[in-house]
């Protein structure tokens, strides 16, 4: 018992110097989301596969005409991404910002500007999804 008690007396005195510093600068909070949006469509199974993408596209340059059929999160590190997507006004994002493509919709991206466009995409799917599927005007 008291070795035990010493133990613990050991560990209070380690443990409170690390406390008291960390309560001085008070916890890190998290800084408020880039993008918050409710999104339809997040796949339902047991597990799900999380893939992160870097995309490069050069002035001009445009994806396939596609679909996804999940969410498909944008972030934009350079240049403008434009959004065109069938039935809706085309969305721009710039340096910092991000947009959500929404699933099962025909769409295609465009960098109209004059400098590379690289953006990180986030896709949440089942496993072994394919990550677009060509689409048909």
């Known amino acids: 018992m008291r070795s035990s008690i010493g133990i613990s007396l050991a560990l209070m005195a380690l443990v409170l110097p690390l406390t008291s510093m960390g309560q001085e600068r008070g916890p890190a909070k998290p800084p408020p989301p880039l993008l918050r949006e409710i999104v339809q469509g997040m796949p339902k199974g047991e597990k799900q596969e999380v893939r992160v993408i870097v995309a490069t596209l050069k002035p001009g340059e ?15 590190l350079e240049g403008t991404f434009t959004l065109e997507m069938e039935g809706r006004a085309p969305v721009t994002a710039k340096v910092g910002q991000a947009i959500v493509e929404p699933p099962q919709v025909k769409m295609t991206g465009y960098n109209r500007g004059t400098e590379p466009m690289r953006v990180v995409i986030f896709y949440v799917s089942d496993p072994d999804t394919p990550f677009l599927e060509p689409a048909h005007h």
Not at 62 to 76: D, E, L, M, N, S
Request: proline residues 13%; without cysteine; positive net charge.
């Open 62 to 76: 445009a994806t396939p005409f596609h679909t996804h059929r999940f969410p498909v999160t944008i972030y934009i």
